[in-house]
């Protein structure tokens, strides 16, 4: 019972978010588009608060206080938005005839997103590295994400044979989630003391409104029959690839950091920065852009892999990293 509990605690979310898609793939009438639970309304409600209150969180001192390491800042920006997608568009092109294409672009939709927040600064503190170079890169990289991952999905999903319109994408990403994020910015002195008193309550906001979209998107991709056309292979070959991307990229991000003479603090904000990809900002972005795509479910799930395994791995490489001497 005391494990049981222990693990709950531990992995808690990532059970929600399995529990969601698999009773969006069993039950799908009541979270589907027309269901009685109005998730498509819910969860682009919710969505907008979740970033009205990432507005108001985000401090300006902590990102004032890593301004100045621009080499550090150049380095993760680029790993995020440069080497994920260069990896994830020679993907798309290899993979074409092995693996579905709303599964490749979904793939591609991953190297396409900025980098998590959360889990890096965490990590990068765990670990003892640069914690305020980490703070800026993960909160930028997420600003930047709401205008380059559009732009980067929009040049894909034209070569593939779904174009999406570049502005319209953008308007729906400004408007679901920047206006919101810009509206905390500016109203964050007056609520301060109110979001201090319910930390706990936000993140399960913040947390419940993925697990809402998650369950919507299985929901619809089912009603769709999008999964009958999927084999336990396909599945399974997914899951190795978005391993060994995982791998590429931390190798990568290791090897080049030391080349260019980073010291241990500043490598390890690099690593964790620059390998990681937002489940937070993916699934609303997704949401934006792609709401009402019956294999959206299918699309989502690259990154929802990936946000797993970069939580296992990356927590066994900052426990390695903080017993260094």
């Given at each position: 019972m005391h494990s049981t509990k222990?693990?709950?605690?531990?992995?808690?979310?990532?059970?929600?978010?399995v529990g969601a898609a698999v009773l969006g793939l069993l039950i799908p009438g009541p979270g589907g588009t027309g269901g009685i639970l109005h998730l498509s309304t819910l969860t682009y409600v919710g969505i907008m608060l979740v970033f009205f209150l990432h507005g108001a969180n985000l401090s300006p001192d902590k990102l004032k206080a890593g301004f100045t390491q621009w080499q550090l800042h150049l380095f993760v920006q680029l790993a995020t938005f440069v080497l994920f997608p260069i990896i994830g568009i020679g993907i798309f092109m290899v993979g074409r005839g092995w693996l579905p294409n709303d599964m490749l672009l979904g793939f591609f939709y991953l190297c396409a997103l900025p980098s998590t927040i959360s889990s890096s600064v965490a990590?990068?503190?765990?670990?003892?590295?640069n914690l305020s170079g980490a703070i800026f890169n993960a909160t930028i990289s997420g600003l930047i994400g709401m205008v380059m991952t559009p732009m980067l999905m929009s040049f894909v999903m034209a070569k593939s044979g779904h174009?999406?319109?570049?502005?319209?994408?953008?308007?729906?990403?400004?408007?679901?989630?920047?206006?919101?994020?810009?509206?905390?910015?500016?109203?964050?002195?007056?609520?301060?003391?109110?979001?201090?008193?319910?930390?706990?309550?936000?993140?399960?906001l913040d947390r419940g409104v993925i697990v809402l979209i998650v369950h919507a998107s299985f929901c619809n991709s089912q009603q769709a029959g999008v999964w009958s056309s999927y084999s336990l292979y396909t599945l399974a070959a997914l899951i190795v690839l978005t391993g060994i991307l995982l791998v590429i990229i931390l190798c990568l991000t290791t090897w080049s950091s030391r080349r260019l003479g980073f010291n241990t603090e500043d490598e390890?904000?690099?690593?964790?920065?620059?390998s990681k990809k937002s489940l937070a900002n993916g699934m609303p972005m997704a949401q934006a852009?792609?709401?009402g795509h019956a294999g959206m479910g299918i699309f989502v799930l690259p990154m929802i892999i990936y946000h797993q395994l970069q939580l296992l791995v990356c927590s066994v490489l900052a426990e390695r990293y903080a017993n260094r001497r």
């Open positions: 222990n693990f709950l605690n531990k992995h808690g979310y990532m059970v929600c978010i990590m990068t503190a765990l670990a003892r590295g174009p999406i319109s570049l502005l319209s994408a953008m308007m729906d990403v400004m408007i679901q989630l920047m206006l919101p994020f810009a509206a905390g910015q500016m109203l964050r002195r007056p609520l301060l003391t109110l979001m201090a008193r319910n930390k706990k309550l936000l993140s399960t390890i904000a690099a690593v964790f920065c620059g852009m792609f709401a």
